[in-house]
Every structure is written in structure tokens, then in C-alpha cells.
């Protein structure tokens, strides 16, 4: 959770355990279009109880990671739950994250299809960096240091994005960006009564 390898980690995090399962934002909506604000104030109980809110609702919609601002908070907080395709989990959250830029002999773009939990149902191909370095603080402002590759790189990435309001969407074109809103107007309600189902499942 600290950006320390450990053997094993509960499959349901206590984060879940702790945590209410909030409203994700969808696309259309201001706060996922302007960058999050910094978080100065760190060991509080709201910023706790935020970040277990945002593991809760992650688990609710199957999703690999979210933003803060995906949850409706203007702040820059990611956590993530995922299993990358060596399948190493990855459990964790991160403040005020900055990415390191990797050098271009070091850097290779990977071609994956991409959802979002606030673009409700479409995939498309995006092209990412398989390696990403991201520095930031844990919850009580202590320094982290995370390294992704291949699919967690992805995920960081993504989730770096959001905190600086832009979408995968952004990187697509015009056509591409279309086609991918027309199949979310086709499929969130089915999205949206899986998530409620899930939810309610969890006893959230």
C-alpha cells in the first residue's frame, strides 16, 4: 500500500472493508475537465476516508483504478487494484503524483485497448509508455516512488491524466472519440445497474 512489496495482501483490501461506495463521475461533467488541486493537508481523517471511498467504489465498478476526481473531489489522489499481465498485484494510492519523463532511447510506445470507469462501456486502442516512474506522498505526506510497467504503467499513466482533467478520449481522433461516446450512450445504463448490483452485493 506504501510503495512497499509485501508477499501477500488481502483480496478484499481493508480500504473496501472501510469504505463507501460513491458516485463516479462520467464524461460531460466540469470537474473531470480541470486539473486537481494539490493536497496540502495530510494525516486527516477526511483524506482517509477518501481514499477508502475510492478503493470501495473501484471495487464496486471492477475497475483497475480512480481518480479523485472521478468520485466528484477536486484533489490529486489515485489508488489502484490491479494485476498487471506478469500477474503481480498492485495495490496502492498516491498523492500529488508527478511522472518522471523517460528518456526517448528508453521509452517504447505499447498499442492496448483502454476503458475508463467515467466513460462508461466503449474500449479503444491508445498508445502508452510501458514504463512509468511516478513520485509523489502517501496519505500522511510521507514520499513514494512507484514504478509501472506494461500494464500498471498504463493504469498510472491513466489515472496521472485524469488529475490533470484530461481523458483517454483526448488522445483519440475526432472519429474514434465519436464512435466511442455513441457506444457509451448505448451501454451505461447496463454499466450503471452492474455497478449498483455490485454495491449492493458488497452491502454498500
Known amino acids: 500500500m506504501r510503495g512497499i512489496p509485501v508477499d501477500s495482501y488481502p483480496r478484499v483490501p481493508p480500504e473496501v472493508e472501510r469504505g463507501a461506495v460513491r458516485r ?8 473531470l475537465r480541470r486539473p486537481c488541486r494539490e493536497v496540502t493537508e495530510f494525516g486527516t481523517a477526511a483524506l482517509a476516508q477518501l481514499v477508502d471511498d475510492m ?9 483497475a483504478a480512480l481518480a479523485a476526481n472521478q468520485v466528484g473531489v477536486d484533489l490529486r489522489v489515485f489508488v489502484w487494484d490491479m494485476t498487471d499481465e506478469w500477474g503481480i498485484r498492485h495495490v496502492g494510492h498516491i498523492l500529488n ?30 498508445a502508452r509508455p510501458d514504463r512509468v516512474v511516478a513520485r509523489g506522498q502517501d496519505l500522511d505526506g510521507n514520499p513514494l516512488v512507484i514504478e509501472g510497467r506494461g500494464y500498471f504503467a498504463r ?12 481523458l483517454y478520449l483526448d488522445r483519440l481522433s475526432g472519429r474514434e472519440r465519436k464512435s466511442a461516446l455513441r457506444e457509451m450512450a448505448a451501454s451505461q445504463d447496463r454499466v450503471f445497474a452492474r455497478r449498483a448490483a455490485l454495491a449492493a452485493a458488497m452491502g454498500k
Open 24 to 31: 463516479i463521475t462520467v464524461v460531460g461533467e466540469e470537474v
Open 97 to 126: 503524483p508527478v511522472l518522471d519523463e523517460i528518456p526517448a532511447d528508453q521509452r517504447r510506445l505499447v498499442e492496448e485497448p483502454e476503458g475508463c470507469l467515467s466513460v462508461p462501456g466503449p474500449y479503444r486502442v491508445v
Open 155 to 166: 493504469c498510472l499513466r491513466h489515472e496521472t491524466d485524469h488529475l490533470n482533467g484530461q
Open 55 to 63: 478503493f470501495a467504489t473501484n471495487q464496486a465498478a471492477e475497475g
